[in-house]
Structure formats: C-alpha cells, structure tokens
C-alpha cells in the first residue's frame, strides 16, 4: 500500500474514497512534472516575467542600527506579483493544472491573498475559479474579496463552523468530491492530504533557493537564523528549504499569538502547550482541538495564520527540534510594524510581521557580524482596513464613515 | 462473521434492507432515543450511529449543520458512547458508529474499539479513512471482530474495489454518486454499470447510501443492493415534522 | 547667462530670485552625480535590492489573442515597491538629497503614488518630510495618504485652487522658498523648472533601458509601438528614452480624456485643441489655461493625470512629431481596466491603463509579427475606492457603509 | 529714467517712501478705487498693482486668497487694464503693475509693454521672471523705456546683486526675507547685513518688502532702505475694518 506523504509520524492522505482516483492522478502528474527539469525551468521563465522573482533581499540597515546585534536581511516576497509568496504556489500548480487538462480551479482562503493569487492564475490560464473564504475573513479582507471578483472568480463566503480558514478548506473539499472530474483543488499551503504538502513546499523552495544564493552573496556566509511567520506553513517552507541541510543556520517559524498564549486566544500549535495530535483536513499534524477531538476557534489579527493545523512538514521538523517555534500577540505585531513602516519604509502584511516581531526580540542578542533573514512574505497594503482599526486611526475612520454615508444616501 | 451473517439471514426474508443514519445529540438525545425507536419498530434492519465531529469533511449541510448543532448542545463523544450502550441494551438490531477518524484517534484507537465492544457495537464507518491509512484500525477490526466498513465510490477502479474488499467486513458502503450526503441521486444507467461493477468485487452484502429519500429509490435499489441507507432525509423530516413522522416514512419504503 | 533646461522652446526656469541659489546648488549635485558613474551603479544596486528592478516585460498573450493583432507586451512599473514607477525617481533624488547633505523633503503628489513613494524613500534615508496634496484628492486617494502617515510623513491637504496636483505643487514652491537651507523639493515629474525634468527624466531612464533589453530577448526586436499614459510624463519619458532614437519605434503618449475632450472636462494638453503655450509653475509648456493665462480646472477619474501642464520634454518631442499624443476617456479606462483584470489577472493603475485603452485600439490593426509595449506605470490596488465606485460595487458599498456605521457607533 | 529720478526726488524731501500694494478686483474694482484714493490722499508715493494669476506661486496664503477671489469674481486681464487706465489718469503717483509672467505672455508681451504705456504704467514686478529667462521682456523694458523691477533676496550673493542689478531699472525690490509674502519679519543683525549688501551692488533705490506691517517697522527700516513696501498689511485690514481704515493706516506710517 502506498505509504507515501508521510513526515516522520506526519501527514499522510486521509481522504474520503471518492477522491482516490483525483489523487492518484494528481500524485502522478505531480511526481511526473517533479521529475521533469523542463516543468522548473517552465516555471521559473514564468514566475521571472509574469511576477518579479528572482525578488529581492533587502539589507535593513536602519532595523539593524536600530538594534545593534545581528544585520538584518529582508526577504521580498512582497514584491511578488499580488503582493505575496501565495503566487509561487499557485503558479506552479497552474502549470500542472495545465498539464492535467483541467478548466476549473477552486481554493480556499483566509487572508485572501491565496484568493486573489489563484482568482489571478485563473485568468492568466483561463480557467473558471471558485473561491472558499470563511465569512469572518470576507469581512476583515474585504479588498481582496473584491479584486477576486472583479478578476472574475466567484468567492463563496462560508458560513459553517468557526467562518474562518478551516472551513474554506472543507467547504473546497465539499466542493471537490462532487467536481473533481475537471476541478483541480489548489490547496494554499503545505497542508493537507499529499501529496499537497510536497507540491506546495517544492513550489515554494524557489524562496529559499534565491534567499541562499543572495545572503551569500551579501554577507559572505550564512545567515545565524532564518525566521518566518507561520500559517499553514507555506512561506517557511519556503525559505526554510533554503538552509535545512546547514546545521549552523537556525530557522525559526512564528505562529500567531492572538491575545496572547495563556488567555486560549491565539493559533500557536507548535509553539505552546496548546496544540495536540489529531487527524483532519486530510492529514495528521498538531491541531489546536478540545480533549475529544474537536477543533478549537483560533484568533489572531491576521487572518492567513488564524487556522488550527500547521504543515506536517514543519511538525516534524519541529519534533526533529530542526526548526523552532515562536509566537507573536497582535500587540507586538502592531508595534513592530509600526516600527518597520517608518524606519525601512516597507509594510509587511500582518501576517508576514509576526516572523518580524521575532526577529526584533533576537537581533539585540546576536553579534553584529551576524545576519538574520526575515521572510517577508506578503505587503500590507491588503491589511488597511484592519491596521488602521488597530491603529484607531481617526482621519481613516472620519473618510470611511463619510463614504458610508454616501453610500447610504444613494 | 457476525454482521454479515445477520444481514444474510434478514436478506433472506426481505427484498432490501434498510440502514437508517442519525447524528448524535441532534437535535437531542431525547429525540434520538424517540426515532430510533420508530425506526425500529417499523422495520430498520441496522443503524449508523454518526458520532458529531467538527470538521465533517465529506458531509453534506444538512449533516454539517447537524454536526455542529450538536457540538453546540455540548455532545461530547462520552455521552454519545453512554447513549449507545443504552440503545444497543434496549433494541436487537445491530448498531454502528458513523464518524471520522480523529474521534477514534484522540479517543485512543484501541481504547475505543474495547468500549466499543463492551457497548455491543458491530462495526464502524470513517470516511475519511482509506485502508492505507488504517493499518492499525483493521487489525484492531480484525482483533475485536468489529466490521470496518469499507467505502466504495462510483470512482473507485474495479482494482481499487478489490483492494478495499481485501480489508472489508460486514458489508461494503457504496456511495451512490459523487458530492457529499444530502443531494438527490439518479439511478441511471452508469449506476447500474457501477453497482455491477460492485457485486463483481466483493462477497459481501451492499448497502447504497447518499440520496435516497423515498420508496421509489428503494425500489430501484431492489434486486441491485442489499441495504439501502436512508440518512439526510430522516433528519430533513425530524426538522420539519418531528420525531413522530420517521416511523410512517420509513414504513412507508418497504 | 545660464539658458540650459530648454528643449526646443520649452522648459526653462521660472523660478523666484529667493530660489537662484537653492537652483544653483541642485543644478550643480545633479551634474556632478549625472557624471559621476558611481552613482548610477549606486542607484542601480539601491533599486534592484530595495525595489524589485528590473521589473520584468510581462507577455499578455489572452489580450494578444483577443485582439488579434500586434504582440501585446507590459512593462510592469506596478512591481515596484510602492506599486509604482514613481519610486526610480524618489529613491534616484534620495541619494542626491543624501550628497547635498539635506535633512528634510518636501513633495506634491495627487494620485498619492509620489507622496507614498517619497514618505517611504524618507523613511529609508532618516529625512522628515512633509507631503502637499490637493484636498480633493486627499479624498480620492484615502489609503495613500493613510499609509504616507504611517510612514512617518506629514500630509498637508491643499484647500486652494482647484485642490489638485497644480495646487499642491505651488504649496510645495510655498514651502521650500522659506525651508531651503535644510529642505528639498522632490518634485514627482519630469515637469517644474530645470533641472527637474532632466533629473527626473534620468532616474527614470532606468525603466526604457530594462525594456529595450527585454523586448530584444523577447522579441527578437525592436516594438512597433510604446503606449504610455501621461500625466506630467515621468513614466511616459521613463520608456520612452529607450527608443528616442529608433525612428521606426513608434511612441505614443496617452492623456487623460476625461469624460470626452468635446466637454472641456479632461487633461489633454497636447491631445485635442485645448492646450496653448503658457509659463507656469516654473516652467513653459503647453498648459490647459483660458485666454488671459488662467489655469482651468482639469478633470480624469485619475488623480494622477489630473494635471494642467505637462512635461517641456515631451511637449518638444510632440511639436517635433516624435510623439504622438491620444486621450482616453475615463469610461473608456473603466472597460480597458476589466479587460486587463480578467483577461491577464493584472491591475493597472487607474492613470495607467489610459496607456491600455489606446493600445488596445492600435493593436488589431498591426500585424501580428510586430510587437508593441504598454508602460504599466503602477498598480491599481491604490485606487480601490474609485475603482469599487467606478463599478458601482454593491458589496463593496455595502461593507463601506457597514464599517461607517460601526465606526460611528464607536 | 524717469521712475528712478522721481524717487530720488520725492526721496529729498522724506526720510523714507512708501510703495502700498493691492489685488485688482479684490475684493472689489469699486474697493480698489476707494482704497487707491485713499493711499495716494494720505501720502504714499508709489503703487504696485497685482493683477490676479490662478497659480502666484510667489505669495502667502492672504494674496493668494486675494488672487483666487478675484478672479472668481470674473476679473479679466482686459478689466485690470481698463481699471489702471482710469486710475493713472486720475492720480499723479506713479504705478506699476506686479503680476506672474504668463499673463504677460498669453497677452503678448510686447503687446502688454505697448498697452503699459499707453496707460501710463510706470514699470513692471514679475516674481517667477528672473533676467535669465527675461530676455525678450528686458529689451523691451528698455525700448518702452518702462522699469524692469529686479527682484534681490536675503539668499542672493553679491555676484548675483551684481548680475541683477545689470538689467535693473527705477529701483530694486528687496525681499526682507525668505518665504512668501504674508509673514511677520524681524529686522535684525542679519538684516543690516543683507541691506549693506544691497546698498553696495547698485545706485539705485532699494525697496524693501515683505512682512513690514506698522511704523515701528518702517522706522527700523529708514536710514536702511528708500522704499518701505506695504503689502499684505493694507489687505488684511480692508477685510477686517473695510476701505475706510487704509487712510488712517497709511497716515500712522510716517
Ligand atoms: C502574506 C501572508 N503571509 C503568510 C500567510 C500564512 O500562510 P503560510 O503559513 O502558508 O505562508 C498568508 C496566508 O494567507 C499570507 O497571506
Ligand atoms: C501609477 C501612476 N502612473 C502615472 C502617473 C502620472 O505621472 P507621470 O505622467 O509623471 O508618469 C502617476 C502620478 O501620480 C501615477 O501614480
């Protein structure tokens, strides 16, 4: 039987009969397109003329004067095209949809910037797109929804369970088990069945793979530790690939600490006490569950790390004591962004700042002739509504009431 | 084995069986205790017992929604066992546990299938267990002679089927269509190629699920299925009617 | 006496005497960085690991395909950081202000693009800085000016005049004849008294300089023809330096028709009738004005073409035939705009895709070996408020006037 | 030249000139009138007349509202014209005209120059026309034999004094300090430096504006400078008080 997909104890496919078939197919026109240097090269002639990779690795220099420990590198991954790493994984699993002779594509989202990324490749390879985005996160991203469907995908808020990730994810399942004859799911990270986690970490190595080759060119050497914010896991797979096979290189994934670890607030499984074994989604990772399974509602200012599992890649590599986990409450979020806007001039999304938050803490305590790389994986931009509320912004809240009642008035 | 041979035996006297589905604590234990009554007194040859689960996956809204109000009642997996010692206690048809497979995971897979024994269960049903998955739980099936009850889909290959009939006990679930529990199903003429393609695979007795709401889908079933399973539809009727209309209906499919 | 800064009969320096000196000096650090190659590599390097140059020549193949005609090719200025062609320049004068040893700068800006980029290049170099924009599009372009102020700039909306982009910048001119010692004047377009279109012209060469390349390798050669929107004509001059002297590249530069040039309500300068030689704002060109040298009130659905002079440069290059010069309207905009969404998943800006609109006319009719270029000058994420009003988005409204209501309440 | 010779002579018989400065058509042509008779009536020996531009960028909040008013109230180049004529014939002070440099241009300039004589103007201030750019305009200030007002800042140098003050005629303008047209000036140590720099790059008389707002003011400024300029001053009063107060104003000066 064919055991692959698993991670240590990690991962695995736990999916219903009925897609047996879909990933039987998937698996091999993955493992096909994996094994064939063409698809790579394919795939970075596109993601180098449709996006703007390779993207850039910033020396902050005012964060690092600031601190006085370890030089501070920024990895850009904002600067993708829709302004996050979401597009390497879509992209790439656009080309395989391609080879798969498929014409609709659904997903699910929880920032929405995996929304707009597939709604975007969808239109670059004219397929038709569905969107899973739980209700809470229509509501707290509302630009991305809207420039989903303005790129013509449909975007289905879901209303079940917590109304946030997770559900978008089994409401895409839902969707998939009826319409897999020509539907391919493009899972958003590196979590779910297999072989998705594999797919989504191989697309996304193409962070680690440029951010290696770029800090050795920068700093001479290896950076002393890598950080990342961690959702489902994508982003820090991504640059985490770059530096698994160097020992001397720490990596650190940040998850969200939401009100903070001890108030049961916060999306942290590895970091903490709170996570636990479990089964769902389709694969066996650490979730944030009651004692009888269930899962928990998870809370966090940014909604693409607010969800109960994490890769089962990274939960090995976090047992392997490879990678070590952290947690960032909103407050710091807030402040460290705060931070980075007026000292680099750059806007991380909420999501990429808590790898940032971390970082902050660490950078003191290292030596100056060592460098540390953040990932920064997506721009705020998207972020507005919800970073001028956290900021309580009084002029952007004067504006937003004055266009409501506009609004009203017609 | 012994499911298997209780389903032959009612085989023998009636056209099909009726499997019928409830989820626990939906809308209340009362209720359950009250139609599981009804579906026993008029006829219903087996029932699925689903244990609620916060992410039913391959659920249809209707059960979704039936999930998670239970959840919200407050079910936890201790009550729905207590419940089901009394039920199988109090009725002579066999029982099963519908749910997925992080209840039993978190329960302790083994530990679970000990109480499941002790509470006089026959046999389980996850559906989001595939046989490559489920090495431990099979050999615990196998252990405790409890049917793992494998799924068939209207996807799965004649060498898929073959492969889930090597692990199969009980009788085998064969899902009528694609898409998830609540939509209706016609049974054309692929379907008759698939059920064909079923009973080539495998010994055992098949139970049709997904779609079936009336005894016209019974009788169509009839001569092609051993067991037809009657799930969303009870629990369409219990919202809108109350507990008191499943006895009719389901008399009124045989 | 000093006559440079003129091209053909347009240009010059209209400046108070209380400036001379200020002009001088500016005059004197930009010659010398001009000739110093140090400082284009040092540029080039700050571009290419704080932005994301080169940015890459994006094949539109849906939209080649839908017209049927010449090759369609994007130039995407929108990867920038900050989202828009208008960082070359900032970050170019940012290194300029450097070397002049100046503490603080000052801006206009009206679709806020160059006051976001500005407040951003302060943030990076350590400035204050302190952004003038037309109160009317303080409201047209909310969310710049949120993130201006998160980024450490003061914004002064500008109540006088037709509170637009000719405003702001007389506000600017206001400010640095008192602020000078300590203060420069980052102008945001190749417009102004000399040497701001030389200089701005510079920095933005680096955009016709990657193109040139890149249609090369893409193409095999030179583009039929290079659209490109024009406000004051940075981005247009930016890739239109790449091909000035290849007579069979054709260029064309697309102003902002408004709601039709027959109704007066538009920014067509050079397109149409309207425009007539004038002096103003420093400089001489061709100005929208009435017959006793007044400036009349422009109008474009985007803020940044909304402007009554236009580039000396390019106004030489129009009266020398070597541009040529259309206008698109703002309904003709709205459908480019969904086009290019749905067809490519990318969003222009609003004030670029005035460049699609008139491409879109040209390509059918071209042959389908020739290629031409659309200089994507910024993305349209900035104009969310215009666009999501533009298309009269009820959930949009619906979410606007939902947020109102809470904030409100609060 | 005749502005020149009149300002030396009126400058024989007082300690110090005033220039008094106004914007066509505000708030009125009727109020200009008014407030002209008034200034002359109470001694002022010279008048700057601003015809209104949509964009000065040179002045303060205060013309510049003045400017943007009046041409809100439809005032023409043509009406500004006309008025002037009335004007320069029904008073003997001599006037100028200060304006920006494309209303000159849209008219023509020469066509401005010929018209300037005709109505008598004495001369010209053009704040964005520096020499270099003055070309055309300064031969013709010559032919017309009309005064280029050339314009010295605190931030001129003396080779720039020297360069201006070559093309200079009638007298110069000497900006008190940085910054637009509006504010308060303090009169200090610096200030003496800069008019000593003055003094020293041109024969001619040197007229001293921007910010000087009551007689403490012109007092500091005699023995320094030979024309005290009053500009914003006179304008905030008429809004505040109404035409009325500028006679009594003017009188408090010397
Ligand atoms: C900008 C950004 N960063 C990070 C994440 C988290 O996902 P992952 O952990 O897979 O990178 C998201 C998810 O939406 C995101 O939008
Ligand atoms: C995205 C974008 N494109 C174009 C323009 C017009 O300016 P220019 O003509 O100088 O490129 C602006 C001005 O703000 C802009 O923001």
Not at chain 1, 64 to 74: M, N
Not at chain 1, 359 to 366: G, R, Y
Not at chain 1, 392 to 405: A, C, L, Q, T, V
Request: hydrophobic share 40%.
């Amino acid at each position: 039987m064919d055991k692959k997909g698993y991670y240590g104890q990690w991962g695995g496919a736990f999916i219903p009969e009925v897609l047996y078939e879909t990933f039987r197919e998937l698996k091999t026109a993955f493992e096909t397109a994996k094994g064939n240097p063409d698809f790579w090269a394919e795939y970075l002639a596109l993601m180098s003329s449709y996006s703007c990779r390779p993207t850039p690795l910033t020396y902050a220099e005012n964060l690092t004067a600031h601190f006085g420990g370890a030089r501070i590198y920024i990895k850009r991954e904002d600067l993708n095209h829709t302004g996050a790493h979401k597009a390497n994984n879509v992209m790439g699993q656009g080309l395989l949809v391609k080879r798969m002779g498929k014409k609709r594509v659904i997903a699910e989202t929880g920032a929405g910037q995996h929304g707009v990324a597939t709604a975007t490749m969808a239109a670059k390879f004219g397929f038709d797109c569905t969107i899973y985005m739980g209700e809470e996160d229509v509501v707290r991203q509302r630009p991305n929804v809207f420039w989903m469907e303005k790129l013509g995908a449909t975007v289905v808020p879901v209303t079940s369970g917590s109304r946030t990730l997770k559900d978008a994810i089994n409401e895409a399942f839902r969707d998939w088990v009826t319409s897999m004859d020509d539907t391919h799911y493009v899972m958003g990270t590196v979590c779910g069945p297999h072989p998705f986690p594999e797919m989504v970490a191989w697309f996304q190595s193409i962070i680690g793979q440029e951010a290696r080759k770029q800090i050795l060119s920068a700093h001479g050497k290896l950076p002393a530790r890598v950080f990342a914010c961690v959702g489902g896991g994508s982003n820090a797979m991504g640059i985490f690939q770059g530096f698994l096979e160097d020992a001397e290189v720490e990596l650190i994934g940040v998850e969200a600490g939401g009100h903070g670890i001890e108030t049961g607030q916060h999306a942290a499984r590895l970091a903490g006490q709170d996570g636990s074994a479990g089964v769902a989604q389709g694969y066996k990772t650490m979730f944030l569950q009651d004692s009888d399974g269930q899962m928990r509602d998870t809370h966090s200012v940014a909604a693409g790390l607010d969800y109960v599992g994490v890769s089962p890649i990274l939960t090995d590599l976090w047992e392997k004591k490879r990678v070590r986990f952290a947690a960032a409450t909103d407050q710091e979020v807030m402040a460290a962004l705060e931070l980075t806007m007026t000292k680099e001039g750059i806007i991380p999304a909420l999501e990429s700042t808590h790898g940032f938050v971390q970082a902050f803490k660490e950078a003191p305590e290292m030596n100056r002739d060592e460098a540390l790389i953040i990932n920064m994986s997506g721009r705020g931009d998207k972020d507005i509504f919800t970073i001028a509320n956290a900021f309580d912004d009084p002029s952007w809240k004067e504006f937003i009431i004055k266009k409501g009642r506009e609004y009203a008035a017609d | 084995m012994q499911l298997t041979e209780y389903l032959r035996k009612q085989k023998a006297q009636k056209d099909i069986l009726l499997m019928t589905h409830l989820v626990l604590g939906y809308p209340s234990f009362a209720v359950n205790r009250e139609v599981i009554k009804q579906m026993v007194d008029n006829g219903v040859d087996l029932i699925e017992m689903q244990i609620p689960f916060s992410e039913p996956m391959a659920d249809g809204p209707m059960i979704l929604k039936a999930n998670q109000d239970s959840l919200e009642n407050g079910t936890k997996v201790r009550d729905c066992l207590d419940f089901a010692a009394e039920i199988t206690a109090s009725h002579q048809i066999p029982f099963l546990f519908m749910t997925y497979y992080n209840i039993l995971f978190k329960y302790g897979v083994e530990k679970f299938f000990k109480k499941a024994v002790e509470i006089n269960i026959k046999g389980f049903i996850v559906p989001d267990l595939p046989p490559e998955e489920g090495e431990e739980f099979l050999a615990l099936a196998k252990k405790y002679d409890l049917a793992p009850i494998m799924i068939y889909a209207p996807t799965s290959t004649e060498e898929r089927m073959a492969e889930l009939a090597k692990h199969a006990n009980g009788f085998i679930y064969c899902v009528a269509r694609r898409g998830v529990t609540g939509k209706k199903t016609d049974f054309d003429q692929d379907f008759g190629d698939y059920m064909a393609r079923c009973r080539r695979s495998t010994e055992l007795p098949l139970a049709v699920g997904f779609g079936i709401s009336d005894k016209e889908d019974v009788d169509l079933l009839t001569g092609q299925a051993d067991i037809a399973v009657i799930g969303t539809k009870t629990i369409r009727l219990i919202d809108e009617k109350g507990p008191e209309a499943v006895g009719p209906f389901i008399a009124s499919l045989r």
